[in-house]
Nanobody, 125 residues
Framework: QVQLVESGGGLAQAGGSLRLSCAASGRTFSTYAMGWFRQAPGKERKFVAGISSIGYNTYYADSVKGRFTISRDNARSTVYLEMNNLEPEDTAVYYC??????????????????WGQGTQVTVSS
């Protein structure tokens, strides 16, 4: 069982930056691939960024590539999402998610077993 708690959301201006954190419980954090997803009002939840269990591999949605960076600190059981050059279209609730070792992550929400409660990010123009 993994429990995830996001933090760091808030209000930013277009062109600004925010850093999201996701703290995980449990001693097996380093075996889980992690992902960040977002969901805007009235829209489906979409993949933003993913990172492998040890952190060697990262991958991004085209819409955030070059602006967002995912990273993790397994010693602190925390995954981060650094968001730069924010755009109003980035406004959404952001969720972190953990994928069991058998599945290994990816871009589909169905691959993830555990989810945080979400943190709101609002970008004003």
């Amino acid at each position: 069982q993994v429990q995830l708690v996001e933090s760091g959301g808030g209000l930013a201006q277009a062109g600004g930056s925010l850093r999201l954190s996701c703290a995980a419980s449990g001693r097996t954090f380093s075996t889980y691939a992690m992902g960040w997803f977002r969901q805007a009002p009235g829209k489906e939840r979409k993949f933003v960024a993913g990172i492998s269990s040890i952190g060697y591999n990262t991958y991004y949605a085209d819409s955030v590539k070059g602006r967002f960076t995912i990273s993790r600190d397994n010693a602190r059981s925390t995954v981060y999402l650094e968001m730069n050059n924010l755009e109003p279209e980035d406004t959404a609730v952001y969720y972190c998610a953990a994928a069991s070792p058998l599945v290994g992550g990816g871009t589909s929400p169905r691959n993830y077993d555990y989810w945080g409660q979400g943190t709101q990010v609002t970008v004003s123009s």
